[in-house]
């Protein structure tokens, strides 16, 4: 079974509106989290390093303001796209790393910005 | 910086055939991992191999083989006796290690596409 869960799956939001994707290890606890975006037919880039009780970490180019991390728990971290655009339409995976450096992902989030 | 490369945009070949796909990185790291992912339409990405950078034994998983040759940075992929199955975006990835954890650099992907 699905070690890392996504939540939504499929989201569809009205442009202006905020989105929230959760992302959980679920038996196990995992202070680092990654987030990924993939546009339609490219490659996963990283946008930013989630940090259990600690500010994200944001790749280069990624807006923190718009897109809001919270990793509050060992558990559980969340992005939140504010103010959606459509060109914010893409697929968003996360990954967690458990003990021993293995690394899980979850099943991603498909989100279009209507 | 890290940086992977899959040259291969698009691979079709017909089913029974085999093919490779190729990868090619590059990293100042001494202690890194190659990995190999398998993503279907639906977007999930299936975990095929982890590599570590000091283990330069090929491998094979039934029809799946990897090559991995540090002196020309290149971890290569190949599916022997190629399935419908097996059509999918392939990606190859190099992590970098920070305190235990790892991010991942990802190539651009291989689309394999097997006709019947």
């Known amino acids: 079974g699905a070690v890392v869960s996504q939540h939504p799956s499929r989201v569809i939001c009205k442009s202006g509106t905020s989105v929230k994707i959760e992302c959980r290890s679920l038996?196990?606890?995992?202070?680092?989290m990654f987030w990924y975006r993939q546009f339609p037919k490219q490659s996963l880039m990283l946008m930013a390093t989630?940090?259990?009780?600690?500010?994200?970490?944001?790749e280069q180019g990624v807006e923190k303001d718009k897109f809001l991390i919270n990793h509050a728990s060992l558990t559980l971290s969340t992005l939140t796209v504010t103010s959606a655009h459509p060109e914010d339409s893409s697929f968003y995976i996360c990954?967690?790393?458990?003990?021993?450096?293995?690394?899980?992902f979850g099943e991603g989030s498909w989100l279009t910005v209507v | 910086a890290q940086k992977v490369t899959q040259a291969q945009t698009e691979i079709s070949v017909v089913e029974k055939e085999d093919v490779t796909l190729d990868c090619v990185y590059e990293?100042?790291?001494?202690?890194?991992?190659l990995f190999w992912y398998k993503q279907p339409p639906s977007g999930e990405l299936v975990f095929l191999i982890r590599r570590n950078s000091f283990d330069e034994q090929n491998e094979i998983s039934g029809r799946y083989s990897w090559n991995f040759q540090k002196s020309t940075s290149s971890f290569n992929f190949t599916i022997t006796a190629s399935q419908v199955v097996d059509s999918a975006v392939y990606f190859c990835a190099l992590s970098e290690a920070i305190q235990g954890a790892q991010k991942l650099v990802f190539g651009q992907g291989t689309r394999l596409t097997i006709n019947p």
């Open positions: 038996d196990f606890q995992a202070t680092t």
């Open positions: 989630s940090n259990e009780g600690s500010k994200a970490t944001y």
């Open positions: 990293t100042r790291d001494t202690t890194y991992y």
């Open positions: 990954s967690a790393i458990r003990r021993g450096n293995t690394i899980y």
